[in-house]
């Protein structure tokens, strides 16, 4: 059974950091590109960022650009998103989500094309 399980999230101040950590269990886990989504209350999920199976590609959403890394351990089978610079605005759920492909390319974008999801951990930025 395929667990994705997020951790990290929390309360932060304006301009603060935090490290969001996505442990996976139950796939074989260098096979997936693994991705990050975030959905405010009343609001769509969108995007944040992406890595490729083998890490050596990423992507990254237009608003956290310069701000949030994504990096993985394929070891560990953990995808983590260190989030710098936070803002008010970046308050949202978080999910990770992975996406099983042949492929070592670039990372899908598409919410859509991401075959297994977390529960999501809750990051708040206070003003």
């Known amino acids: 059974q395929v667990a994705l399980v997020e951790s990290g999230g929390g309360l932060v101040q304006a301009g603060g950091s935090l490290r969001l950590s996505c442990a996976a269990s139950?796939?074989?886990?260098?096979?997936?590109?693994m991705g990050w989504f975030r959905q405010a209350p009343g609001k769509e999920r969108l995007f944040v960022a992406a890595i490729n199976r083998s890490g050596g590609d990423t992507g990254y959403a237009d608003f956290v650009k310069g701000r949030f890394a994504i990096s993985r351990d394929n070891a560990e089978k953990t995808v983590t998103l260190q989030m710098n610079s936070l803002q008010p605005e970046d308050t949202a759920v978080y999910y990770c989500?992975?996406?099983?492909?042949?492929?070592?390319?670039?990372?899908?974008?598409?919410?859509?094309?991401?075959?297994?999801w977390g529960q999501g951990t809750q990051v708040t930025v206070s003003s």
């Open positions: 139950g796939l074989i886990f260098s096979a997936y590109n």
């Open positions: 989500a992975a996406d099983y492909t042949i492929f070592n390319g670039e990372p899908s974008q598409s919410g859509g094309t991401y075959d297994y």
